[in-house]
């Protein structure tokens, strides 16, 4: 497994549904998101130490490896799993297909926020504290998704605790 690299560093990343929808709420949409990061992962450009994925928000802790740009793998990722959200509400007929309609030159659906966040995490208690944040994000007051963060599926927490990675996705950091 990889070692963290800090000459070029791993990335705690989030990424917002427009407006906060709660697209993200129903797991077809969760695992199109698992499904980017495994194609991102596979060809070699991620590695993915951690995340979670919230009714409409993610948080990710990824290094971009060496040949390939921060800006064109977040872009590609953000631009597919927004065209995938897209064709998946159109088979659907689902009408909250029109809740992501916007006005721009460039588009005509728009479902993640602009300027996503990506912080570098400098040293090994940055990164550890982001991943505490990330594994408790599903129990904040806000959402109280699981009464432990293990319980919740869309988390690296429970491969954190017992070494099962059942997406195929995850690094361990501390290895």
Do not use: C
């Amino acid at each position: 497994m990889p070692k963290i690299n800090f000459d070029y560093h791993p990335q705690f990343f989030t990424a917002t549904i427009l407006e906060w929808k709660y697209l993200l709420k129903d797991d077809i949409y969760k695992d199109i998101i698992i499904k980017s990061l495994l194609f991102l992962k596979n060809e070699g450009s991620i590695v993915v130490y951690a995340f979670v994925i919230m009714p409409n928000h993610i948080h990710l802790i990824w290094q971009i490896q060496d040949g390939y740009k921060q800006e064109n793998i977040q872009l590609r990722f953000l631009k597919f799993t927004a065209q995938q959200f897209k064709f998946r509400l159109m088979d659907t007929n689902d009408k909250r297909l029109n809740d992501f309609l916007v006005d721009t030159k460039d588009r005509r659906y728009q479902f993640w926020e602009r300027n996503s966040l990506a912080i570098d995490l400098w040293t090994p208690e940055v990164f550890n504290q982001k991943l505490d944040y990330i594994h408790t994000n599903p129990l904040q007051d806000k959402w109280q998704l699981v009464e432990a963060p293990e319980d919740y599926n869309y988390s690296s927490m429970n491969f954190y605790q017992t070494g099962y990675d059942e997406f195929g996705l995850l690094s361990r950091h501390d290895d």
